[in-house]
């Protein structure tokens, strides 16, 4: 599928997003569904640096939680509307990207994962400290009445987390698909000949890094206006950085799909479990599934799914 | 001899309190075949990393049709036309034998559209052709090598330099890639071969320099180096006492 093409499927999925309130009576599907959708955007983010270029992010929740305090911060403060709270938080976003690879990218890969960890501890400290941002106790944020259209607060945010989405996945698959995206693959197996072959190798970890921090920091944008309530423990929770991380190795990290199916799946199950189950056993399920996918299928649903095609290629490809 | 295509002056390189190489001289010219020699250790490796940007050198120049390129990172001077291949090879993995070669393309200083008709035909010439779709994981050592070399040249470089291309290779494959080299030398590029395989070394080059601990020893053609006491000493010596 061409890339114009493909951007038309997710347009009119946005487009189709609109009638859903109409359609489905019970807002808790919304409620649910936007957590599932921010989970989309979270992890093709995050596959962005972690997927193609190979750079470990333990810290989604520094950027996600980033976003969401921005996006309060430019609230309160000039009562901007959501539009510009979601581009506020992504260029947010994007400088703690810049900022955080320029400082740790000249090392190799393990000292960035450990400074993205870091990260989330530095900020949530530092929110912790603001008064201005409501400190530990947090901080209540009374969204504007959504248009009438969507007849809710949680349908309207539901819909803007979906059009968040669908630009996030068009962006990931055509860097995927440009030469960034072949560049960021070749740093992935190996940096030295990458710069050999004219790459450059800081440039585009930088980029990376601006466009996998802006799209995490977009995904947070909206949740003060869906919880109407900001609080720290909550927006640089352990659990998006595990479901960043746990949601493309699940699916596959090597293309747009593999994020998207880890984080439809996984956000799901999450979704069911912590209604029929309980909100603790959802933890407890992603520690269970990223292990037994780090064991039995390191490359994720779709490298499982290839590996099952590859004895057919070697078949017809090899001489006997 | 009119002006060098490279131009080494007074480089060195030391690794905390190790001397790893120099100061050492010398001069490419353009079209020639080069061969670097030398024990392990003697710095052979350094001299590229250096001449190719991925070490600084501690003091000296570093010259590129005329161009001081001294300070220059790494991937500006492929883009100028300076190629290399690594002594492991670096394949990237997760892509396809022609995706492969359209890295330097995509990067490089090509200002051609073809790319996918120039990659097929780099593959060819280095007989990879048949094994364009597969994913570079999949190759076997001398194709790995073979893959090294295409995408080196999928660059269009200048200058080649070949780091041990031929290591661990049968007689057999170490003639194919002398013959890829040989073919790319006749259609211009420089080449500078480092190598431990004397006698391929020495039938593919004009001029040899013999390295020994971050020095240059010996230089000469390779009949000249052959006979070297000097040579001999630190070099076939020490072969032939393992």
Same mark, same amino acid.
Request: proline share 9%.
């Given at each position: 599928m061409t890339l114009p093409r493909f951007a038309l499927v997710a347009a009119l999925l946005v487009v189709a997003g609109l009638f859903l309130p109409m359609v489905i009576p019970n807002p808790y599907y919304f409620y649910a569904g936007y957590v599932v959708l921010q989970y989309v955007v979270i992890a093709t983010g995050w596959n962005? @640096? &972690?997927?193609?270029? &190979?750079y470990t992010n333990f810290g989604a929740s520094a950027f996600f939680g980033a976003g969401a305090y921005a996006a309060a911060f430019l609230f309160k403060a000039f009562g901007l509307p959501l539009i510009f709270q979601i581009l506020g938080a992504a260029a947010v976003g994007m400088f703690l990207g810049v900022a955080t690879g320029y400082l /740790?990218?000249?090392?190799?890969g393990v000292y960035f994962a450990i400074a993205t960890v870091a990260l989330v501890i530095v900020l949530e400290t530092l929110v912790h400290n603001t008064e201005y941002l409501g400190g530990a106790s947090g901080m209540t944020h009374i969204a504007p +009445? +959504? +248009?009438?259209?969507? &007849?809710g607060q949680t349908q309207f945010v539901f819909w803007v987390m979906l059009v968040i989405a669908a630009c996030a996945v068009v962006l990931a698959r055509w860097l995927e698909l440009s030469w960034i995206g072949r560049g960021l693959r070749a740093i992935r197996a190996s940096e030295p000949a990458a710069e050999s072959c004219g790459v450059p190798t800081l440039r585009l970890k930088l980029l990376a890094c601006a466009l996998s921090g802006g799209v995490m920091a977009a995904a947070g944008a909206p949740y003060p206006t869906y919880t109407s309530y900001l609080d720290p423990v909550s927006a640089f929770s352990l659990l998006i950085g595990l479901n960043a991380l746990a949601m493309p190795l699940i699916g596959g /990290?090597?293309?747009?799909k593999g994020p998207v199916i880890g984080a439809l799946l996984l956000a799901s199950v999450q979704q069911i479990a912590t209604v /029929?189950? =309980? =909100?603790?056993?959802n933890i407890l399920a992603v520690g269970v599934v990223l292990i037994a996918f780090v064991v039995l !299928?390191?490359?994720g649903l779709l490298g499982l799914k290839s590996a099952w095609a590859r004895p057919k290629l070697r078949l017809s490809g090899a001489k006997p | 001899m009119s002006e060098p295509l490279l131009s080494v002056r007074d480089v060195s390189k030391s690794f905390g309190a190790i001397?790893? @190489?120099?100061?050492v001289g010398l001069d490419v010219a353009e079209g020639e075949r080069l061969g670097i020699i030398g024990p392990n250790g003697s710095g052979k490796t350094t001299l590229i990393n250096c001449i190719t940007g991925f070490f600084r050198p501690d003091t000296g120049t570093i010259s590129y049709k005329g161009q001081d390129?001294?300070? @220059?990172p790494a991937y500006r001077r492929a883009r100028l036309g300076l190629s290399r291949s690594f002594q492991i090879p670096h394949p990237f993995t997760g892509m396809t034998v022609i995706e492969n070669l359209l890295v330097p393309m995509d990067?490089?200083? /090509? =200002?051609?559209?073809?790319e996918l008709e120039n990659a097929e035909e780099i593959l060819r010439s280095v007989g990879l052709a048949e094994r364009?779709?597969? +994913? !570079?994981?999949?190759?076997?050592q001398l194709e790995l090598r073979k893959l090294e070399l295409a995408r080196a040249l999928a660059a269009r470089p200048a200058i080649l330099i070949a780091d041990e !291309?031929?290591? &661990?290779?049968?007689e057999a494959e170490i003639d194919d890639i002398l013959s890829v080299l040989f073919e790319l030398n006749r259609a211009g590029v420089t080449v500078i071969m480092i190598e431990h395989i004397m006698h391929a070394v020495m039938r593919y080059s004009e001029r040899v320099i013999c390295l020994e601990t971050g020095q240059v020893i010996a230089e000469g053609s390779p009949e000249k180096i052959t006979s070297s006491p000097v040579v001999q000493k630190v070099y076939f010596g020490e072969q032939t006492a393992r």
């Open positions: 962005i @640096l &972690g997927g193609y270029a &190979g /740790t990218l000249r090392i190799q +009445p +959504p +248009p009438a259209w969507f &007849g /990290t090597r293309n747009w /029929t189950i =309980s =909100s603790e056993f !299928a390191p490359e | 001397k790893a @190489l120099g100061p390129i001294t300070r @220059l990067y490089g200083a /090509t =200002s051609a559209r073809k364009r779709d597969h +994913p !570079a994981e999949q190759l076997s !291309a031929m290591a &661990g290779l049968s």
